[in-house]
């Protein structure tokens, strides 16, 4: 049985699939690179523009055409994880929506793997919010430079944020969700 990043490389189209160079994704967001490092060997990476999905024709739902910037599907030591990324440069404002229907659509398809016999886990999904906030949205305790923290969409998948950075180890993100701290 195919891996289930293989599965979604296999279901995807290309042009929506990120490239990788030495387990590293390159994700480019207002002209800035941004890099997302793994080790392991069995790790895919989306990109989906709901308004270049022939799926939904020419004009879907403002609501419908929120998608987070990136997925990345990653089989971590026998356990798989969908991570939704979505990068915010001025405020965090409306990432929710993004974050939630790139879950979903990702959900949908692993359904339809599992209905199909292709694929019998249970992934966790979760959300990477990666943002560059002014010093004055961050509250006075805390310092801007590298603080991450989680969130929670309840009754969804948790969220982490990220911030001022633009090269992120996935690795070391589903490390500390292992371990059950409250940062990533």
């Given at each position: 049985?195919?891996?289930?990043?293989?599965?979604?490389?296999?279901?995807?189209?290309?042009?929506?699939?990120?490239?990788?160079?030495?387990?590293?994704y390159t994700l480019e967001e207002n002209g800035v690179p941004y890099q997302f490092k793994t080790s392991s060997e069995h790790t895919a990476g989306f990109r989906?523009?709901?308004?270049?999905?022939?799926l939904f024709g020419n004009r879907p739902s403002k609501d419908v055409a929120k998608m987070c910037d990136a997925l990345f599907v990653v089989n971590d030591k026998q356990k798989d994880f969908i991570i939704a990324v979505e990068i915010k440069t001025k405020h965090k404002r409306k990432y929710k929506k993004q974050l939630r229907n790139g879950c979903r659509f990702f959900q949908w398809l692993v359904q339809l793997f599992q209905d199909c016999d292709h694929y019998s886990g249970n992934p966790l999904y979760l959300g990477l919010l990666v943002w560059f906030p002014n010093p004055s949205q961050v509250p006075k305790n805390?310092?801007?430079?590298?603080?991450n923290f989680k969130t929670s969409m309840p009754n969804e998948f948790d969220v982490y944020e990220c911030r001022n950075t633009t090269e992120l180890s996935l690795n070391d993100l589903l490390m500390?969700?292992?371990?059950?701290?409250?940062t990533a």
């Open positions: 049985m195919r891996t289930l990043a293989e599965l979604f490389k296999a279901s995807i189209a290309k042009d929506h699939q990120l490239c990788s160079k030495n387990k590293s989906i523009e709901i308004n270049n999905l022939k805390l310092t801007v430079a590298g603080a500390q969700i292992k371990g059950g701290n409250k």
